[in-house]
C-alpha cells in the first residue's frame, strides 16, 4: 500500500510537471507555491508513517518522564545553580522538552531515510521532478509534527508536578512554533548526517554523538554562565540554546527569555534555512 500511495503521489508530481512545462515562465509566486505545496505532500506521507505504527511516539515520551521525575526531583535539591529566582524543575521543564524533541526529531529523520533507501524508496523520491529541498524539509516539518505528543507529555508531567506553566492561546501558539522549528533543524541535520554516514550501525552510533553534546552544550539543565568560556562559545552557536531559552520565556508562567522570543525564533529559521539548502544538495548523495 505504501509503494502504491507514494508512486500516485509521484504521478501526480509527473501531471504537475509535464503541465508546468505549458508555460515558459513562472512567477517566483508560482514557484513558492509549488514548492510548498510538494513540501506538504512529502509532509503527508510521512505523517501517515507514523498513523500506520505510533508506539514509537509511546517509547519516546519514556525519556521525558524519567528526566521530570528523577534528574528533576534530585536536582531540585541542588542549591548551588542559579535559576534566576525559578524553582530548578520550572527552568528545567523548558529543557527537558527541547531535549525531547531534540532525541526524536535526530532518530527520526535519518534512521527513516535509511530505510527509505534500503526498501528502494528513496531512489522514487530522485527521480521525481520535486526539489531536493521540498523533500528535506517536508521530512523536517513532519518531524515536527511527530514531536508534538512530546508537547502534551511534558506540559501534563509539568503540571502534575506544579510547575507553573502559561496557559495563554498566545503562548502555547508560541511553544507549538518552537517546537516545530527546532523539530525540523535537528531532523534536517540528522538527514544530512544519514546522507554522508549511509548505514543504519553507522548512524545509530552518529545519533548518540550527536544527541548528548548538543544536549550538554546547551541552557537545558544549567545556565550558560556557570560553564567554562571554551562551552560558552560552544553554546552559543548551538540551536538548542535558542530553542531552550524561547521556550522558557513562553512555557513558563514567570519565565523570562534572555536573548527574546524574536531573536530566538530569527535564528531557528536561519539555520533551518541553512541545513534545507545543505540537506538538498546532499539528499541525491542517498541514491549512490
Not at 89 to 110: E, K, N, R, T, Y
Not at 118 to 135: E, Q, W
Not at 267 to 284: E, S, W
Amino acid at each position: 500500500m505504501k509503494h502504491l500511495e507514494i508512486d500516485g503521489r509521484l504521478n501526480g508530481w509527473d501531471n504537475l510537471a509535464t503541465g508546468s512545462r505549458r508555460f515558459k515562465k513562472r512567477s517566483p509566486w508560482q514557484a513558492i507555491a509549488e514548492f510548498i505545496n510538494k513540501t506538504l505532500i512529502i509532509t503527508e506521507l510521512e505523517v501517515r508513517k507514523l498513523l500506520h505504527d505510533p508506539s514509537d511516539l509511546i517509547v519516546r515520551a519514556v525519556q521525558p518522564v524519567l528526566w521530570l521525575l528523577i534528574f528533576g526531583q534530585v536536582f531540585t535539591r541542588i542549591r548551588g545553580i542559579p535559576t534566576n529566582g525559578l524553582p530548578y524543575l520550572d527552568f528545567m521543564a523548558a529543557g527537558i522538552l527541547a531535549q525531547s524533541v531534540l532525541f526524536v526529531s535526530i532518530f527520526s529523520g535519518g534512521m527513516s531515510l535509511i530505510w527509505e533507501r534500503d526498501l528502494g524508496l528513496a531512489h522514487k523520491f530522485l527521480v521525481s521532478p520535486t526539489p531536493r529541498a521540498a523533500i528535506v524539509l517536508g521530512k523536517g516539518v513532519a518531524s515536527g509534527v511527530r514531536c508534538l505528543s512530546q508537547v502534551l507529555v511534558v506540559y501534563f508531567l509539568s503540571f502534575v508536578l506544579g510547575v507553573q506553566l502559561n496557559f495563554s492561546a498566545i503562548a502555547m501558539l508560541g511553544v507549538l512554533l518552537i517546537v516545530m522549528l527546532g523539530a525540523a533543524c535537528f531532523s534536517i541535520f540528522s538527514i544530512i548526517v544519514a546522507c554522508l554516514v549511509k548505514s543504519r550501525e553507522g548512524f545509530n552510533g552518529m545519533g548518540q554523538l550527536m544527541t548528548m553534546p548538543l544536549f550538554f552544550a546547551s541552557n537545558a539543565i544549567y545556565p550558560i554562565e556557570i560553564m567554562p568560556p571554551w562551552l560558552q562559545f560552544v553554546s552559543h552557536i548551538n540551536p538548542l540554546t535558542y530553542e531552550v531559552d524561547a521556550l522558557r520565556g513562553v512555557m513558563l508562567l514567570n519565565g523570562t527569555s534572555i536573548y527574546g522570543y524574536g531573536f530566538d525564533t530569527v535564528i531557528l529559521v536561519l539555520v533551518l534555512i541553512a541545513l534545507t539548502f545543505i540537506g538538498g544538495r546532499l539528499y541525491r548523495q542517498i541514491g549512490m
